[in-house]
Protein backbone atom coordinates (compact mmCIF):
# COMPACT_ATOMS: atom_id res chain seq x y z
CA UNK A 1 0.00 0.00 0.00
CA UNK A 2 0.96 3.64 -0.78
CA UNK A 3 1.49 5.69 2.24
CA UNK A 4 2.34 8.97 0.21
CA UNK A 5 2.06 9.77 -3.44
CA UNK A 6 3.04 12.75 -5.94
CA UNK A 7 -0.16 13.87 -6.75
CA UNK A 8 1.03 17.57 -8.79
CA UNK A 9 3.59 19.72 -9.31
CA UNK A 10 4.07 22.68 -11.17
CA UNK A 11 6.97 24.18 -12.94
CA UNK A 12 7.26 27.96 -13.78
CA UNK A 13 10.54 29.54 -15.64
CA UNK A 14 12.41 26.83 -15.36
CA UNK A 15 15.05 25.75 -18.69
CA UNK A 16 12.69 25.34 -21.18
CA UNK A 17 9.20 25.33 -19.63
CA UNK A 18 7.32 28.38 -18.95
CA UNK A 19 4.48 27.54 -17.32
CA UNK A 20 3.54 24.09 -17.05
CA UNK A 21 1.46 21.51 -14.80
CA UNK A 22 2.39 17.73 -14.67
CA UNK A 23 -0.06 15.79 -13.07
CA UNK A 24 0.74 12.33 -11.65
CA UNK A 25 -1.41 9.61 -10.02
CA UNK A 26 -0.34 6.03 -8.18
CA UNK A 27 0.87 3.31 -10.09
CA UNK A 28 3.32 4.01 -13.26
CA UNK A 29 3.19 7.40 -15.17
CA UNK A 30 5.78 7.62 -18.02
CA UNK A 31 6.60 11.13 -19.33
CA UNK A 32 7.98 10.98 -22.85
CA UNK A 33 8.44 13.52 -25.48
CA UNK A 34 10.97 14.30 -28.19
CA UNK A 35 14.62 14.76 -27.00
CA UNK A 36 14.82 17.95 -26.12
CA UNK A 37 11.35 18.73 -25.15
CA UNK A 38 11.78 19.33 -21.16
CA UNK A 39 10.70 16.07 -20.14
CA UNK A 40 14.34 15.72 -17.87
CA UNK A 41 12.98 19.06 -16.19
CA UNK A 42 10.14 16.83 -14.42
CA UNK A 43 13.46 15.21 -12.78
CA UNK A 44 15.14 18.44 -12.24
CA UNK A 45 12.11 19.89 -10.68
CA UNK A 46 11.25 17.37 -8.30
CA UNK A 47 15.28 17.52 -7.35
CA UNK A 48 14.94 20.68 -6.54
CA UNK A 49 11.50 19.96 -4.40
CA UNK A 50 13.66 17.47 -2.33
CA UNK A 51 16.80 19.97 -1.54
CA UNK A 52 18.55 18.99 -4.40
CA UNK A 53 20.95 22.58 -5.24
CA UNK A 54 19.51 25.58 -6.66
CA UNK A 55 21.55 26.54 -9.94
CA UNK A 56 20.89 29.47 -11.21
CA UNK A 57 21.39 28.69 -14.66
CA UNK A 58 18.57 26.35 -14.40
CA UNK A 59 16.39 29.93 -14.16
CA UNK A 60 14.77 30.93 -17.72
CA UNK A 61 16.46 33.40 -19.37
CA UNK A 62 14.41 36.87 -19.17
CA UNK A 63 12.80 35.59 -15.95
CA UNK A 64 13.64 36.75 -12.27
CA UNK A 65 12.96 33.13 -10.84
CA UNK A 66 12.04 29.92 -11.19
CA UNK A 67 9.41 28.21 -9.20
CA UNK A 68 8.48 24.79 -8.34
CA UNK A 69 5.52 23.67 -6.17
CA UNK A 70 4.68 20.22 -5.57
CA UNK A 71 1.36 18.61 -3.95
CA UNK A 72 2.11 15.51 -2.18
CA UNK A 73 -0.60 13.47 -0.51
CA UNK A 74 0.85 12.35 2.81
CA UNK A 75 -0.29 9.97 5.09
CA UNK A 76 -0.88 10.76 9.14
CA UNK A 77 1.36 9.34 11.29
CA UNK A 78 4.27 8.56 8.78
CA UNK A 79 7.49 10.15 9.39
CA UNK A 80 7.64 12.72 6.70
CA UNK A 81 4.34 14.24 8.27
CA UNK A 82 5.31 14.28 11.91
CA UNK A 83 9.10 15.49 10.68
CA UNK A 84 6.88 18.17 8.41
CA UNK A 85 4.25 19.51 11.56
CA UNK A 86 7.74 19.45 14.13
CA UNK A 87 9.04 22.12 11.21
CA UNK A 88 5.25 24.32 11.88
CA UNK A 89 3.71 23.20 8.11
CA UNK A 90 -0.01 22.48 8.08
CA UNK A 91 -1.24 19.39 6.50
CA UNK A 92 -4.29 20.64 3.87
CA UNK A 93 -6.36 17.54 4.50
CA UNK A 94 -3.84 14.94 4.58
CA UNK A 95 -2.09 16.84 1.42
CA UNK A 96 1.42 18.36 1.90
CA UNK A 97 2.48 21.63 0.04
CA UNK A 98 5.81 22.04 -1.03
CA UNK A 99 7.33 24.99 -3.08
CA UNK A 100 11.23 25.58 -4.20
CA UNK A 101 12.03 29.31 -5.96
CA UNK A 102 15.51 29.58 -7.08
CA UNK A 103 16.03 32.95 -8.27
CA UNK A 104 18.32 34.20 -11.29
CA UNK A 105 20.93 35.83 -8.16
CA UNK A 106 21.28 32.33 -7.09
CA UNK A 107 19.35 32.83 -3.60
CA UNK A 108 16.91 29.73 -3.00
CA UNK A 109 14.12 29.74 -0.37
CA UNK A 110 11.73 26.80 0.60
CA UNK A 111 8.08 26.74 2.38
CA UNK A 112 6.50 23.27 3.07
CA UNK A 113 3.06 23.53 4.25
CA UNK A 114 2.55 27.76 3.94
CA UNK A 115 5.72 27.79 6.30
CA UNK A 116 9.19 29.04 5.05
CA UNK A 117 11.63 26.79 6.16
CA UNK A 118 15.67 25.62 5.31
CA UNK A 119 15.93 23.59 2.27
CA UNK A 120 17.53 21.09 4.77
CA UNK A 121 14.30 20.28 5.80
CA UNK A 122 12.97 19.35 2.32
CA UNK A 123 16.06 17.16 1.50
CA UNK A 124 15.08 15.11 4.85
CA UNK A 125 11.66 14.93 4.11
CA UNK A 126 13.04 13.39 0.67
CA UNK A 127 14.80 10.20 2.54
CA UNK A 128 11.30 9.21 3.43
CA UNK A 129 9.25 10.19 0.09
CA UNK A 130 10.91 9.76 -3.02
CA UNK A 131 14.22 8.25 -4.23
CA UNK A 132 15.13 9.79 -7.46
CA UNK A 133 17.42 8.16 -10.31
CA UNK A 134 18.95 9.45 -13.02
CA UNK A 135 22.41 9.40 -15.29
CA UNK A 136 24.67 10.77 -12.20
CA UNK A 137 23.02 8.21 -9.82
CA UNK A 138 24.10 5.41 -12.59
CA UNK A 139 27.48 6.96 -12.42
CA UNK A 140 26.96 7.06 -8.42
CA UNK A 141 26.48 3.41 -8.41
CA UNK A 142 30.10 3.13 -10.06
CA UNK A 143 32.04 4.38 -6.64
CA UNK A 144 32.94 1.73 -4.34
CA UNK A 145 31.70 4.70 -1.42
CA UNK A 146 27.71 4.53 -3.11
CA UNK A 147 28.28 0.37 -3.36
CA UNK A 148 28.88 0.34 0.34
CA UNK A 149 26.52 2.68 1.16
CA UNK A 150 23.76 0.44 -0.86
CA UNK A 151 24.92 -2.80 1.07
CA UNK A 152 24.68 -0.89 4.58
CA UNK A 153 21.08 0.02 3.34
CA UNK A 154 20.16 -3.39 2.40
CA UNK A 155 21.58 -5.17 5.47
CA UNK A 156 19.22 -2.74 7.29
CA UNK A 157 19.03 -3.32 11.59
CA UNK A 158 21.11 -6.01 11.21
CA UNK A 159 24.36 -3.45 10.76
CA UNK A 160 22.89 -0.03 12.23
CA UNK A 161 23.36 -0.82 15.96
CA UNK A 162 26.82 -2.77 15.61
CA UNK A 163 27.54 0.09 13.09
CA UNK A 164 26.34 2.94 15.78
CA UNK A 165 28.31 0.97 18.00
CA UNK A 166 31.40 1.44 15.71
CA UNK A 167 30.89 4.79 15.58
CA UNK A 168 31.08 5.46 18.82
CA UNK A 169 34.12 3.80 19.10
CA UNK A 170 35.68 5.15 16.01
CA UNK A 171 35.10 8.64 18.03
CA UNK A 172 36.83 8.01 20.77
CA UNK A 173 39.84 6.45 19.13
CA UNK A 174 40.11 9.37 17.04
CA UNK A 175 40.10 11.46 19.96
CA UNK A 176 42.57 9.72 22.04
CA UNK A 177 45.07 9.60 19.28
CA UNK A 178 44.96 13.60 18.65
CA UNK A 179 45.25 14.27 22.55
CA UNK A 180 48.13 11.89 22.39
CA UNK A 181 49.73 13.20 19.01
CA UNK A 182 49.18 16.83 20.45
CA UNK A 183 50.87 15.72 24.07
CA UNK A 184 53.73 13.85 22.07
CA UNK A 185 54.78 16.53 19.46
CA UNK A 186 54.66 19.12 22.56
CA UNK A 187 56.99 17.17 24.62
CA UNK A 188 59.23 19.98 23.73
CA UNK A 189 57.26 22.81 24.47
CA UNK A 190 56.38 21.32 27.64
CA UNK A 191 59.75 20.25 28.92
CA UNK A 192 61.37 24.41 28.50
CA UNK A 193 57.92 25.29 29.95
CA UNK A 194 58.29 23.44 33.31
CA UNK A 195 62.28 24.53 33.03
CA UNK A 196 61.03 28.28 33.56
CA UNK A 197 58.65 27.21 36.02
CA UNK A 198 61.11 25.37 38.15
CA UNK A 199 63.59 28.52 37.84
CA UNK A 200 60.69 30.73 39.06
CA UNK A 201 59.37 29.11 41.78
CA UNK A 202 63.24 28.17 43.39
CA UNK A 203 63.88 32.07 43.41
CA UNK A 204 60.84 32.33 45.08
CA UNK A 205 60.63 29.85 47.44
CA UNK A 206 64.70 31.31 47.69
CA UNK A 207 63.36 34.17 49.13
CA UNK A 208 60.14 32.68 51.01
CA UNK A 209 58.31 36.37 51.19
CA UNK A 210 54.52 36.45 52.38
CA UNK A 211 52.36 38.35 51.21
CA UNK A 212 52.08 41.97 52.63
CA UNK A 213 55.62 42.16 53.45
CA UNK A 214 56.76 44.82 50.86
CA UNK A 215 54.63 46.90 52.67
CA UNK A 216 55.16 46.31 56.08
CA UNK A 217 59.01 46.85 54.82
CA UNK A 218 58.73 50.40 53.02
CA UNK A 219 56.83 51.48 56.67
CA UNK A 220 60.00 50.27 58.88
CA UNK A 221 62.39 51.50 56.69
CA UNK A 222 60.96 55.18 56.18
CA UNK A 223 60.85 54.75 60.33
CA UNK A 224 64.96 53.56 60.96
CA UNK A 225 65.32 56.45 58.00
CA UNK A 226 63.90 58.74 60.42
CA UNK A 227 64.73 57.98 64.07
CA UNK A 228 66.49 61.10 65.61
CA UNK A 229 63.94 62.80 63.97
CA UNK A 230 61.20 60.89 65.15
CA UNK A 231 62.95 60.82 68.36
CA UNK A 232 63.51 63.81 69.35
CA UNK A 233 59.99 64.88 68.12
CA UNK A 234 58.36 62.79 70.41
CA UNK A 235 60.96 63.82 73.60
CA UNK A 236 59.38 67.11 72.72
CA UNK A 237 56.03 66.52 72.63
CA UNK A 238 56.08 64.68 75.90
CA UNK A 239 58.17 67.88 77.87
CA UNK A 240 54.95 69.96 76.38
CA UNK A 241 52.49 67.64 77.60
CA UNK A 242 54.17 66.08 81.13
CA UNK A 243 57.22 69.15 81.83
CA UNK A 244 60.85 68.86 81.52
CA UNK A 245 62.36 67.60 84.65
CA UNK A 246 65.43 69.75 84.18
CA UNK A 247 62.89 72.88 84.39
CA UNK A 248 61.01 72.59 87.42
CA UNK A 249 59.43 75.68 87.32
CA UNK A 250 58.19 75.15 83.47
CA UNK A 251 54.48 74.98 82.67
CA UNK A 252 52.92 71.98 80.63
CA UNK A 253 49.87 71.12 79.24
CA UNK A 254 49.02 68.40 81.70
CA UNK A 255 49.40 70.51 85.03
CA UNK A 256 47.18 73.33 83.69
CA UNK A 257 44.44 71.54 81.92
CA UNK A 258 44.84 69.75 85.57
CA UNK A 259 44.26 73.00 87.15
CA UNK A 260 41.64 73.89 84.91
CA UNK A 261 39.57 70.83 86.08
CA UNK A 262 40.22 71.43 89.75
CA UNK A 263 38.39 75.14 89.09
CA UNK A 264 35.44 73.42 87.83
CA UNK A 265 34.86 70.74 90.21
CA UNK A 266 34.46 73.13 92.59
CA UNK A 267 31.37 74.72 91.09
CA UNK A 268 29.70 72.39 89.20
CA UNK A 269 27.06 71.26 91.37
CA UNK A 270 25.74 74.68 90.88
CA UNK A 271 25.39 74.06 86.98
CA UNK A 272 24.54 70.98 85.30
CA UNK A 273 26.23 72.72 81.52
CA UNK A 274 29.53 73.43 83.80
CA UNK A 275 28.98 69.71 85.13
CA UNK A 276 29.43 68.54 81.57
CA UNK A 277 32.08 70.59 80.63
CA UNK A 278 33.65 69.55 83.70
CA UNK A 279 33.75 65.78 82.76
CA UNK A 280 35.00 66.35 79.15
CA UNK A 281 38.00 67.95 80.86
CA UNK A 282 38.46 65.44 82.97
CA UNK A 283 38.20 63.14 80.05
CA UNK A 284 41.56 65.51 78.19
CA UNK A 285 43.18 65.34 81.10
CA UNK A 286 43.18 61.38 81.08
CA UNK A 287 43.71 61.30 77.86
CA UNK A 288 46.69 63.78 77.84
CA UNK A 289 48.21 61.46 80.39
CA UNK A 290 48.06 58.03 78.25
CA UNK A 291 49.35 60.36 75.34
CA UNK A 292 52.09 61.34 76.85
CA UNK A 293 53.08 57.98 78.26
CA UNK A 294 53.16 56.78 74.93
CA UNK A 295 55.13 59.70 73.53
CA UNK A 296 57.65 58.74 76.85
CA UNK A 297 57.63 54.75 75.66
CA UNK A 298 58.22 55.41 71.90
CA UNK A 299 60.88 57.79 72.41
CA UNK A 300 62.77 55.37 75.13
CA UNK A 301 62.10 52.45 72.26
CA UNK A 302 63.32 54.31 69.18
CA UNK A 303 67.19 54.20 68.56
CA UNK A 304 68.79 54.58 65.24
CA UNK A 305 69.60 50.74 63.99
CA UNK A 306 72.00 51.16 60.76
CA UNK A 307 72.49 47.41 61.03
CA UNK A 308 68.40 46.92 60.94
CA UNK A 309 68.39 49.34 58.30
CA UNK A 310 70.55 48.03 56.13
CA UNK A 311 69.13 44.33 56.24
CA UNK A 312 65.43 45.90 55.69
CA UNK A 313 66.37 47.54 52.53
CA UNK A 314 68.51 44.14 51.31
CA UNK A 315 65.76 42.67 51.74
CA UNK A 316 63.02 44.75 50.14
CA UNK A 317 66.00 44.53 47.30
CA UNK A 318 65.36 41.00 47.20
CA UNK A 319 61.42 41.30 46.92
CA UNK A 320 61.93 43.87 44.22
CA UNK A 321 63.29 41.46 41.86
CA UNK A 322 61.01 39.21 42.29
CA UNK A 323 57.83 41.69 41.88
CA UNK A 324 59.80 42.68 38.34
CA UNK A 325 59.59 39.04 37.65
CA UNK A 326 56.82 37.52 38.64
CA UNK A 327 54.17 40.38 39.62
CA UNK A 328 53.30 43.87 40.45
CA UNK A 329 53.53 43.29 44.46
CA UNK A 330 54.76 40.51 46.66
CA UNK A 331 50.94 39.40 46.85
CA UNK A 332 50.84 39.01 42.99
CA UNK A 333 54.59 37.45 42.91
CA UNK A 334 52.87 34.87 46.00
CA UNK A 335 49.81 33.99 43.61
CA UNK A 336 52.03 33.28 40.76
CA UNK A 337 53.71 30.54 42.38
CA UNK A 338 50.84 29.14 43.15
CA UNK A 339 49.65 29.16 39.94
CA UNK A 340 53.08 27.84 38.67
CA UNK A 341 52.65 25.01 41.20
CA UNK A 342 50.10 23.76 39.74
CA UNK A 343 50.64 23.89 36.43
CA UNK A 344 54.04 22.48 37.29
CA UNK A 345 52.34 19.59 38.99
CA UNK A 346 49.86 18.59 35.80
CA UNK A 347 53.19 19.35 32.97
CA UNK A 348 54.97 16.56 35.35
CA UNK A 349 51.89 14.63 35.29
CA UNK A 350 51.64 14.41 31.43
CA UNK A 351 54.21 11.47 31.34
CA UNK A 352 51.95 9.79 32.97
CA UNK A 353 49.16 11.01 31.14
CA UNK A 354 50.58 10.10 27.61
CA UNK A 355 50.97 6.73 29.67
CA UNK A 356 47.49 6.49 30.62
CA UNK A 357 45.92 7.67 27.46
CA UNK A 358 48.11 4.87 25.20
CA UNK A 359 46.85 2.49 27.38
CA UNK A 360 43.35 3.54 26.86
CA UNK A 361 43.54 4.02 23.08
CA UNK A 362 44.92 0.47 22.69
CA UNK A 363 42.39 -0.39 24.84
CA UNK A 364 39.76 1.12 22.08
CA UNK A 365 41.74 0.39 18.92
CA UNK A 366 41.21 -3.45 20.07
CA UNK A 367 37.49 -2.99 20.65
CA UNK A 368 37.31 -0.95 17.66
CA UNK A 369 38.53 -3.94 15.67
CA UNK A 370 36.09 -6.74 17.18
CA UNK A 371 33.31 -4.38 16.29
CA UNK A 372 34.89 -3.92 12.65
CA UNK A 373 35.04 -7.49 12.09
CA UNK A 374 31.52 -7.53 13.11
CA UNK A 375 30.38 -5.64 10.94
CA UNK A 376 32.28 -7.23 8.07
CA UNK A 377 30.47 -10.76 9.58
CA UNK A 378 27.35 -9.13 8.70
CA UNK A 379 28.55 -7.15 4.89
CA UNK A 380 29.36 -10.59 4.07
CA UNK A 381 26.06 -12.17 5.19
CA UNK A 382 24.01 -9.46 3.35
CA UNK A 383 26.15 -9.52 0.42
CA UNK A 384 25.17 -13.03 -0.57
CA UNK A 385 21.61 -12.12 0.24
CA UNK A 386 21.92 -8.72 -1.98
CA UNK A 387 23.63 -10.29 -5.11
CA UNK A 388 21.35 -13.38 -4.98
CA UNK A 389 18.53 -10.98 -5.38
CA UNK A 390 19.91 -8.75 -7.75
CA UNK A 391 21.14 -11.73 -9.83
CA UNK A 392 17.36 -13.05 -9.80
CA UNK A 393 15.92 -9.62 -10.56
CA UNK A 394 18.75 -9.61 -14.06
CA UNK A 395 17.18 -12.67 -14.92
CA UNK A 396 13.98 -10.98 -15.40
CA UNK A 397 15.57 -8.23 -17.32
CA UNK A 398 16.87 -10.23 -19.78
CA UNK A 399 20.70 -10.88 -18.15
CA UNK A 400 19.42 -14.44 -17.79
CA UNK A 401 22.92 -15.58 -17.09
CA UNK A 402 24.33 -12.29 -15.54
CA UNK A 403 25.79 -13.01 -11.99
CA UNK A 404 26.26 -10.24 -9.48
CA UNK A 405 28.61 -10.24 -6.45
CA UNK A 406 30.39 -8.08 -3.90
CA UNK A 407 34.45 -8.38 -3.31
CA UNK A 408 34.60 -7.36 0.40
CA UNK A 409 38.40 -6.90 1.01
CA UNK A 410 40.68 -5.33 3.49
CA UNK A 411 43.67 -2.64 3.34
CA UNK A 412 46.95 -3.37 4.93
CA UNK A 413 47.82 -0.22 7.10
CA UNK A 414 50.41 -0.87 9.81
CA UNK A 415 48.66 2.19 11.42
CA UNK A 416 45.58 0.56 11.17
CA UNK A 417 43.66 -2.19 13.82
CA UNK A 418 44.55 -5.90 14.05
CA UNK A 419 42.36 -8.33 12.34
CA UNK A 420 43.07 -12.01 11.80
CA UNK A 421 46.63 -11.26 12.18
CA UNK A 422 46.61 -8.09 9.66
CA UNK A 423 46.81 -4.72 10.58
CA UNK A 424 44.57 -3.08 8.13
CA UNK A 425 43.00 0.68 7.16
CA UNK A 426 39.74 1.75 8.90
CA UNK A 427 37.76 4.49 8.82
CA UNK A 428 34.27 6.12 9.79
CA UNK A 429 32.13 2.75 8.37
CA UNK A 430 34.33 0.11 9.45
CA UNK A 431 37.17 -1.64 7.30
CA UNK A 432 35.60 -2.82 4.35
CA UNK A 433 36.11 -1.81 0.89
CA UNK A 434 32.82 -2.87 -0.90
CA UNK A 435 33.05 -3.59 -4.74
CA UNK A 436 29.96 -4.60 -6.85
CA UNK A 437 31.42 -7.23 -9.31
CA UNK A 438 29.18 -8.20 -12.46
CA UNK A 439 29.61 -11.32 -14.30
CA UNK A 440 27.46 -10.35 -17.48
CA UNK A 441 27.62 -14.10 -19.03
CA UNK A 442 29.27 -17.38 -18.25
CA UNK A 443 33.06 -17.84 -17.99
CA UNK A 444 33.16 -14.11 -17.88
CA UNK A 445 35.34 -13.07 -14.78
CA UNK A 446 33.75 -11.25 -12.23
CA UNK A 447 34.63 -7.54 -12.72
CA UNK A 448 33.80 -4.29 -10.87
CA UNK A 449 30.24 -2.94 -12.61
CA UNK A 450 32.82 0.25 -13.73
CA UNK A 451 34.71 -2.23 -16.05
CA UNK A 452 32.52 -4.86 -16.52
CA UNK A 453 29.10 -3.26 -17.09
CA UNK A 454 27.75 -1.36 -20.13
CA UNK A 455 25.65 1.43 -19.93
CA UNK A 456 22.64 -0.32 -20.67
CA UNK A 457 23.93 -3.08 -17.91
CA UNK A 458 24.39 -0.65 -15.50
CA UNK A 459 21.12 0.71 -16.26
CA UNK A 460 19.59 -2.59 -14.95
CA UNK A 461 21.64 -3.15 -12.47
CA UNK A 462 20.85 -0.16 -11.09
CA UNK A 463 17.02 -1.02 -11.68
CA UNK A 464 17.53 -4.57 -10.00
CA UNK A 465 18.92 -3.09 -7.15
CA UNK A 466 15.88 -0.35 -6.36
CA UNK A 467 13.02 -3.55 -6.99
CA UNK A 468 14.85 -5.34 -4.29
CA UNK A 469 15.15 -2.21 -1.94
CA UNK A 470 11.92 -2.09 -2.55
CA UNK A 471 11.20 -4.95 -1.11
CA UNK A 472 13.21 -4.70 1.81
CA UNK A 473 13.84 -0.90 2.65
CA UNK A 474 10.37 0.90 0.31
CA UNK A 475 10.09 4.47 -0.71
CA UNK A 476 6.70 5.44 -1.45
CA UNK A 477 7.70 7.01 -4.93
CA UNK A 478 10.52 6.26 -7.52
CA UNK A 479 11.45 8.32 -10.41
CA UNK A 480 14.12 7.28 -13.13
CA UNK A 481 15.16 9.48 -15.39
CA UNK A 482 16.73 7.35 -18.72
CA UNK A 483 16.80 4.37 -16.26
CA UNK A 484 16.72 2.28 -20.09
CA UNK A 485 19.52 4.17 -21.55
CA UNK A 486 21.48 2.37 -24.07
CA UNK A 487 19.12 -0.46 -23.49
CA UNK A 488 16.58 -1.83 -26.38
CA UNK A 489 14.62 -5.04 -27.39
CA UNK A 490 13.76 -7.34 -24.95
CA UNK A 491 15.64 -6.05 -22.62
CA UNK A 492 13.39 -3.00 -22.65
CA UNK A 493 10.34 -5.11 -22.22
CA UNK A 494 11.78 -6.43 -19.26
CA UNK A 495 12.46 -3.04 -18.03
CA UNK A 496 9.14 -2.20 -18.55
CA UNK A 497 7.58 -5.14 -16.96
CA UNK A 498 9.37 -5.04 -13.85
CA UNK A 499 9.09 -1.33 -13.15
CA UNK A 500 5.27 -2.04 -13.59
CA UNK A 501 5.85 -4.68 -10.95
CA UNK A 502 7.73 -2.07 -8.94
CA UNK A 503 4.86 0.16 -9.20
CA UNK A 504 2.20 -2.35 -7.40
CA UNK A 505 3.52 -1.38 -4.31
CA UNK A 506 5.03 2.24 -5.08
CA UNK A 507 4.42 5.51 -7.31
CA UNK A 508 6.99 5.04 -10.05
CA UNK A 509 7.61 7.83 -12.61
CA UNK A 510 9.89 6.93 -14.77
CA UNK A 511 11.47 9.39 -17.76
CA UNK A 512 11.57 7.12 -21.05
CA UNK A 513 12.09 7.30 -24.85
CA UNK A 514 11.24 3.93 -25.18
CA UNK A 515 7.62 2.75 -26.47
CA UNK A 516 8.43 -0.79 -24.77
CA UNK A 517 9.18 0.77 -21.85
CA UNK A 518 6.14 3.18 -21.92
CA UNK A 519 3.83 0.47 -23.13
CA UNK A 520 3.19 -0.76 -19.40
CA UNK A 521 2.42 2.11 -17.95
CA UNK A 522 -1.01 3.04 -16.39
CA UNK A 523 -0.81 6.38 -17.40
CA UNK A 524 1.34 8.32 -19.87
CA UNK A 525 2.26 12.18 -19.90
CA UNK A 526 3.48 14.06 -23.32
CA UNK A 527 5.72 16.88 -23.05
CA UNK A 528 5.85 19.13 -26.14
CA UNK A 529 7.11 22.24 -27.08
CA UNK A 530 5.27 25.22 -28.19
CA UNK A 531 6.38 26.64 -31.59
CA UNK A 532 8.28 29.17 -29.89
CA UNK A 533 10.33 26.55 -28.10
CA UNK A 534 9.09 26.58 -24.43
CA UNK A 535 6.48 24.18 -22.65
CA UNK A 536 3.39 25.77 -21.40
CA UNK A 537 0.36 24.46 -19.29
CA UNK A 538 -0.93 23.26 -22.48
CA UNK A 539 2.45 21.23 -23.33
CA UNK A 540 2.01 18.46 -20.59
CA UNK A 541 -0.69 16.53 -21.35
CA UNK A 542 -2.48 13.06 -20.65
CA UNK A 543 -2.51 10.64 -23.44
CA UNK A 544 -5.23 8.35 -23.86
CA UNK A 545 -6.49 6.17 -26.57
CA UNK A 546 -5.46 7.11 -29.90
CA UNK A 547 -3.65 10.18 -28.39
CA UNK A 548 -1.21 6.99 -26.56
CA UNK A 549 -0.99 5.22 -29.81
CA UNK A 550 0.22 7.90 -31.88
CA UNK A 551 2.91 8.41 -29.20
CA UNK A 552 3.95 5.47 -29.13
CA UNK A 553 4.29 5.36 -33.40
CA UNK A 554 6.65 8.11 -33.03
CA UNK A 555 8.87 6.59 -30.46
CA UNK A 556 8.46 3.34 -32.57
CA UNK A 557 9.48 4.68 -36.08
CA UNK A 558 9.47 8.38 -35.67
CA UNK A 559 6.08 8.46 -37.25
CA UNK A 560 2.83 9.23 -35.75
CA UNK A 561 1.09 7.76 -38.55
CA UNK A 562 2.74 4.75 -39.99
CA UNK A 563 0.47 1.55 -39.79
CA UNK A 564 3.01 -0.71 -39.25
CA UNK A 565 4.07 1.49 -36.13
CA UNK A 566 0.58 1.81 -35.20
CA UNK A 567 -0.32 -2.27 -35.46
CA UNK A 568 3.14 -2.00 -33.32
CA UNK A 569 2.08 0.26 -31.07
CA UNK A 570 -1.29 -1.42 -30.34
CA UNK A 571 0.29 -4.95 -29.84
CA UNK A 572 2.97 -3.68 -27.29
CA UNK A 573 -0.31 -2.11 -25.20
CA UNK A 574 -1.92 -5.07 -25.13
CA UNK A 575 0.86 -6.80 -24.58
CA UNK A 576 1.33 -4.99 -21.22
CA UNK A 577 -1.94 -5.17 -20.65
CA UNK A 578 -2.16 -8.65 -20.47
CA UNK A 579 1.44 -8.69 -18.55
CA UNK A 580 -0.06 -6.24 -15.52
Same mark, same amino acid.
Given at each position: MVVSVLEEMRIRSLGV????????????????????????????????????RADPALVRIGAKSAVVEGRIAVASGTSAAVRAEEAGAELDDGTLLISRTVSAEGRSRAHVGGRSVPVGLLAELADDLVAVHGQTDQQGLLRPARQRAALDRYAGAALSGPLADYTTAYRRLRALTAELDELTTRARERAQEADLLRYGLDEIAGVEPHAGEDTELAAEAERLGHAEALASAASAAHAALAGDPEDPEGVDATTLV??????????????????????????????????????????????????????????????????????????????????????????????????DLAAERDTVRAELAGLARRLTDVRTEAADRFAAAV?????????????????????????? @???? /?? %? *??? #???? $?? =????? !? +???????????????????????????????AGTDPVPTYLFDEVDAGVGGKAAVEIGRRL??????????????????????????????????? @???? /?? %? *??? #???? $?? =????? !? +?????????????????ASARGDR
Open positions: IDDAVVELSPGFTAVTGETGAGKTMVVTSLGLLLGGAGAGRALDAVRAHDPALAALAERMGEISILLTDVSGELAGYADRLEADPLRLAAVEERRAALTALTRKYGADIAGVVAWADKSAARLTELDGDDDRIGTEELASLAMPHARVSFAIRQQDDPDG @VGID /GR %T *VAY #GPHG $VD =EVELL !L +APHPGAPARPIAKGASGGELSRVMLAVEVVFAKLARSAQVVVVTHLPQVAAFADRQLLVEKTDDGT @VTRS /GV %T *VLE #GEDR $VR =ELSRM !L +AGQEDSQTARAHAEELL
